[in-house]
């Protein structure tokens, strides 16, 4: 490996060793930006609908209007929609971090697995919500909690790479 000097007699590792080292966590790295903009486009698909109160259609035939629009709808003083685009846009944001600025990526890598850890829990919980508590489903929600358990995992294989 080679190491340059800075004008103070530091050693530095080139950029390029960075991306080296990056460049075998890129299928993690582009699977996590897929999954997470995925997730952005279903929470704001949601967010769009319900400030525009139009009802949500379920392709699986369930009343997904019952579960978003219940009392369950709104955790923490905010819609689930709402903190479920700035969750996903936030994990879009730390992983593109972590391409554009590799020094970075150890860290963020942590930090986008807790995140993911506290989404997953979340996701978990309102899972449990409609199953016993609102007795239907719906499968935006369902789609957003498997989308988070994969985050997670994928979370997971970059924090140990």
């Not at 020094?103 to 199953?131: D, E, K, M, N």
């Not at 499968?139 to 994969?150: E, H, V, W």
Request: net charge positive; proline share 4%; aromatic share 14%.
């Amino acid at each position: 490996m080679v190491r340059l000097r800075t004008s103070a007699g530091s050693s530095v590792e080139p950029r390029i060793h960075l991306w080296r080292k990056n460049f075998k966590s890129m299928p993690f790295i582009a699977t996590y930006i897929v999954l997470a903009a995925g997730g952005l486009v279903n929470a704001a698909h949601l967010t769009f609908k319900h400030f525009k109160k139009k009802p949500l259609v379920c392709p699986v035939g369930h009343d997904c209007n019952t579960v978003v629009e219940s009392r369950w709808g709104d955790i923490f003083g905010m819609r689930n929609e709402i903190l479920g685009v700035i969750f996903f846009a936030g994990h879009v944001c730390g992983i593109l971090i972590t391409v554009a600025m590799p020094s970075f990526a150890p860290s963020l890598y942590f930090y986008l697995f807790l995140g993911a850890a506290a989404g997953l829990a979340f996701s978990i919980f309102l899972t449990l919500v409609q199953i016993f508590a609102i007795k239907n489903y719906c499968l935006y929600c369902l789609i957003s909690a498997g989308i988070t358990l994969l985050l997670f995992l994928n979370g997971l294989v970059l924090w140990h790479g």
